[in-house]
């Protein structure tokens, strides 16, 4: 394409957009898990744009009830209505359904919480978790939380059986600034510990030494043996060696991952 045809092709797609509503999205993603609670003039240079432009969008935000102002100061925070669209598009799958029976029973006396994740961009999102009972440990995982998939046995798990070239995108996305046990440094170490998981099956990332917790992951398998998400479980490092961890939960894990993975081909 010549560089007047990609000129083109840019104006046309630039007139496509809309500018003010994607204004008032990056607005709405200079919030995070970290500070919940901004001034007008952080969310102006986290979202790149001027004072009076961070007003308008604050204040239109406002009144649709996806910002909220703090009582008694000048900051904002978003509202729980954020959610409801993920949580609409979450509900039009049945992967939540046929997973909640598999992820309690996962759960039990070394296990304390089991989860459901899927691929999104270079990050997986849990659609969906089960608990046993007050859960004390070391991490805030929900519904709708996103973890980096290069430094998680969950995303450990999904990105060892994707196709190549979906791989290689996730890896051009992908930032290896995390540290920790088990946490890949380079795309090279990656693809390292993606072949170990391969031909082990499963992904496991000891956080003892960082917060008590071990995890263990597995993939959920599509008719071509492509991830199409992963289940893993979490057990404080205090019950159980890491051998021994492994040893008691790889085979249901596994087989739960397989019950699903039939499941949803059965369902379509």
Do not use: C
């Not at 009582?71 to 598009?89: H, Q, V, Y």
């Not at 070239?165 to 920790?180: H, M, P, Q």
Request: proline share 4%.
């Amino acid at each position: 394409m010549s560089k007047s045809a990609e000129g083109d092709a840019a104006g046309a797609k630039d007139k496509n957009l809309v500018h003010s509503l994607a204004k008032g999205f990056r607005v709405l993603e200079t919030f995070t898990a970290e500070e919940p609670d901004l001034l007008q003039s952080e969310i102006a240079r986290r979202a790149g744009l001027d004072d009076g432009t961070t007003f308008r969008m604050l204040n239109t935000l406002v009144s649709l009830g996806y910002v909220a102002k703090v009582p008694g100061t000048r900051r904002f925070r978003l509202t729980l209505k954020p959610l409801e669209l993920g949580f609409n598009a979450i509900a039009r799958t049945a992967l939540r359904d046929l997973a909640r029976p598999a992820l309690r029973s996962l759960v039990g006396e070394v296990n304390e919480a089991a989860s459901l994740g899927v691929l999104d961009g270079a990050d997986i999102v849990y659609v969906e978790r089960a608990q046993a009972g007050l859960v004390r440990m070391g991490v805030d995982i929900r519904v709708g939380s996103r973890i980096h998939a290069a430094a998680s046995a969950i995303g450990h798990a999904v990105l060892a059986f994707l196709p190549e070239e979906e791989l290689e995108n996730v890896l051009r996305a992908s930032r290896f600034d995390r540290t920790g046990p088990g946490v890949p440094q380079s795309p090279d170490a990656l693809r390292a510990r993606l072949a170990q998981v391969r031909r082990e099956g499963v992904a496991l990332i000891d956080w003892a030494s960082v917060n008590g917790l071990r995890v263990l992951a597995v993939p959920v398998l599509d008719g071509s043996r492509h991830a199409i998400a992963a289940l893993s479980v979490a057990a404080p490092a205090m019950r159980l060696s890491a051998d021994e961890f492994v040893a008691a939960v790889r085979v249901p894990l596994l087989a739960k991952a397989g019950e699903l993975g039939l499941a949803l081909a059965a369902a379509g």
